[in-house]
């Protein structure tokens, strides 16, 4: 069983670790052209794009968890089908963002303050970016997939190939061709349709014989289609949910001043590397718990889960102890200014508890999604969310920035309170019945 969650999750870390690497690629190119408003230019595209997609995070993880349990259950043919959902709904948005890109690009600038120079470059980096939503899109369903049918490593090469092609293009297109920031744009947005387009092909070079034409008439049946939204719908509310927190803390934090905001992003930064870890885990989660699931074998499911919560256990000592002996040097790795790096110890203690405090969260996630028990995961991080924003409110006046950090973690621990809450009424029930 840890073998095939390590099969499963070392992928998938390292998919997501490449994940961040294609915005970071774009920054490192526009930073050799001379001037600091083509940097501005792609933060500020690349963060709108980040939320804008990350909305949308629904179409991988409700594939996975569809996927898994056909799979488990040998259904095959409905795991081609899942896909065709996930590909229509996914491509039909994207079309749907790139109709109606003015009102999205009018709507993100009104709220996005930057220069009038920094404004003008990141509208051209959004008008040529946005055209590939539909692959970016659609590639979410494609990586669901392939995770729901236990492959996570076609997902890594996949990713590790689209940041080969973006930075081959872009540097081509900058250097070469002397383009600025749109050169950097089109090198994304071709990163984007290779990734696609070689998600096909390895699909037909190893999937070939699930076939694809032929399900498409039963792909859309009403029942299938009314699962698969009842599904995503959940997952799309509780992105937003967490959306919602991620984007208030920035901004709170940045109201608090320019060294407050600085601490709050390098400090969460902590909390980002953890992510990368325990999403990899979360993602063996999604696929081995739609497995067994859709085989009707509950009592491997328990044994997942005790192995999934040792491994999270685990690693969450692993960095806090990581973060405790080398946290500083981290810090002074990612800036140089003494007036954050005095500031930070202040909160310090704060980012220490974040592993304890959140990995609980993350292994229930990806069993949740695996079971498609997806409407319990939204009432917890519902309410965890609104406690979030209850002990904010309560606190901020005496304790300002440390009431947010102190929100944040409390946040992240009812995550997972309340999800081990439902979690062990929903699988009890479901292994007692397997037993009987």
Not at 205 to 213: D, E, I, P, S, T
Not at 260 to 288: H, K, P, R
Not at 361 to 385: H, V
Not at 418 to 428: A, D, E, P, T, V
């Amino acid at each position: 069983m840890n073998k095939k969650i390590l099969q499963l999750a070392l992928p998938s870390i390292i998919s997501n670790i490449t994940v961040p690497l294609l915005g970071l690629i774009d920054v490192a190119i526009v930073g050799h052209l001379g001037a600091t408003a083509y940097i501005g230019a792609v933060a500020v595209g690349g963060m709108l794009f980040n939320i804008l997609y990350w909305s949308f995070g629904f179409l991988r993880m409700g594939t996975s968890g569809l996927t898994s349990q056909a799979y488990g259950a040998g259904l095959l043919d409905e795991s081609v089908r899942t896909l065709i959902r996930s590909l229509i709904v996914g491509i039909g948005i994207g079309v749907l963002f790139i109709a109606f890109q003015l009102i999205i690009e009018n709507i993100a600038f009104y709220f996005i303050e930057t220069s009038d120079r920094v404004r003008e470059l990141a509208v051209i980096y959004f008008r040529i970016c946005i055209w590939g939503a539909p692959a970016l899109l659609a590639l979410y369903g494609f990586t669901g997939w392939f995770i729901g049918m236990q492959n996570s490593r076609i997902p890594m090469f996949i990713a590790i190939a689209q940041n080969i092609i973006n930075i081959v293009v872009s540097l081509c297109l900058v250097f070469l061709f002397e383009m600025k920031v749109e050169g950097v744009a089109i090198g994304t947005l071709v990163a984007q349709y290779g990734g696609l387009i070689m998600a096909v092909w390895l699909y037909r070079r190893y999937y070939k014989k699930l076939g694809f034409k032929q399900h498409w008439p039963n792909a859309l049946c009403r029942v299938a289609m009314k699962r698969f939204f009842s599904v995503n719908s959940d997952i799309f509310l509780r992105t937003l949910c967490l959306v919602s927190v991620s984007v208030f803390f920035t901004s709170t934090g940045a109201g608090e001043g320019e060294v407050i905001l600085a601490v709050n992003t390098l400090l969460m930064q902590f909390f980002t590397l953890f992510s990368y870890v325990m999403d990899g885990f979360a993602y063996a989660g999604e696929a081995l718990t739609g497995r067994y699931v859709g085989a009707n074998d509950f009592l491997m499911l328990r044994r997942l889960i005790r192995l999934l919560f040792r491994w999270g256990f685990g690693l969450s000592i692993l960095f806090t102890l990581l973060y405790a002996f080398n946290g500083n040097a981290f810090i002074a790795l990612l800036t140089d200014d003494e007036a954050v790096v005095a500031v930070s110890q202040e909160y310090y203690y704060w980012a220490l508890a974040i592993p304890l405090a959140g990995f609980s969260a993350f292994i229930w996630d990806g069993i949740f999604i695996g079971a498609t028990a997806t409407r319990y995961m939204l009432f917890s991080m519902l309410i965890a969310s609104v406690s979030f924003f209850i002990m904010f409110y309560f606190l901020h006046n005496q304790w300002a920035n440390h009431a947010l950090w102190a929100s944040f973690i409390v946040y992240l621990i009812l995550r997972g309170v309340m999800q081990s809450f439902f979690g062990k009424s929903i699988f009890r029930v479901k292994i007692t019945r397997n037993i009987d």
